[in-house]
């Protein structure tokens, strides 16, 4: 398996424009998280889906963010509008199971300018 | 919510030393405890983890200890080489509120190992 695919690995973006971020988890893992990185935060969740329903959307700091996952093997997390605060790595991970390890994709990094 | 606090933020080592990092969480029911490492553009990457039914666990010269009762955990890495310089990251796994379950990861400590 290829791992978790993320893409694209870098987005530059005006304020005010739609963002989607897209995600494919390793096939057969029950669990995807979306997580955002930032030096003054950390690694912070922003929500979870088990077996494509999502779980857990507490995380999200705005309505502006939005996540789907359609089916078992994608997922979108969108931003509409986008602001400058939303510059950081976004990360995609999955894990086959509950208390398993979370297998990250190799992110990508969004500036909003 | 849910909180988990490591320290230190930065360390500091000279090569062949040992380092240390601690953690503590907020909610006992936390019940799996992962070590991420992530080096500078890298994803992070799992380097051990421990159950809440295990005290201690030790992979070549990475080691991780869980007290349960006072909630706090440390990774130990002993004869530390240039190659462990990165950002480590403590989680703490519990069952979410709505289901399924979530990981919640400390703050990051920045580890050099300096030659």
């Known amino acids: 398996d290829a791992g978790v695919i993320q893409s694209p690995r870098h987005e530059v973006t005006e304020m005010g424009q739609e963002v989607t971020l897209r995600c494919k988890p390793i096939?057969?893992?029950?669990?995807l998280f979306w997580y955002r990185q930032t030096m003054m935060r950390g690694l912070e969740l922003l929500i979870y889906?088990?077996?494509?329903?999502?779980?857990?959307d507490s995380g999200m700091p705005e309505d502006r963010f939005s996540a789907k996952m359609p089916n078992a093997s994608f997922s979108t997390l969108k931003i509409q509008p986008s602001e400058p605060r939303d510059s950081a790595v976004y990360f995609c991970?999955?894990?086959?199971?509950?208390?398993?390890?979370?297998?990250f994709g190799q992110g990508t990094r969004l500036t909003v300018v | 919510g849910e909180n988990v606090e490591q320290h230190p933020s930065t360390l500091s080592v000279q090569e062949g030393d040992s380092a240390v990092i601690k953690c503590t969480y907020s909610?006992?029911?936390?019940?799996?405890f992962p070590w991420y490492k992530q080096e500078l553009g890298k994803r992070p990457q799992l380097i051990i983890d421990?159950?809440?039914?295990?005290g201690e666990k030790k992979d070549q010269r990475i080691a991780v200890t869980l007290n349960k009762t006072a909630k706090h955990f440390s990774l130990h890495i002993t004869e530390t080489q240039p190659e462990d310089s990165a950002v480590y990251f403590c989680?703490?796994?519990?069952?979410?509120?709505?289901?399924?379950?979530?990981?919640?990861f400390g703050a990051g400590t920045r580890l050099f190992v300096k030659a």
């Open positions: 421990i159950r809440s039914n295990v």
């Open positions: 989680a703490a796994s519990l069952s979410g509120n709505t289901g399924g379950f979530k990981t919640i």
């Open positions: 991970a999955s894990s086959l199971k509950a208390y398993t390890e979370a297998f």
């Open positions: 889906f088990n077996n494509n329903v999502p779980i857990d």
């Open positions: 096939s057969g893992h029950d669990y």
């Open positions: 909610d006992s029911a936390s019940n799996y």
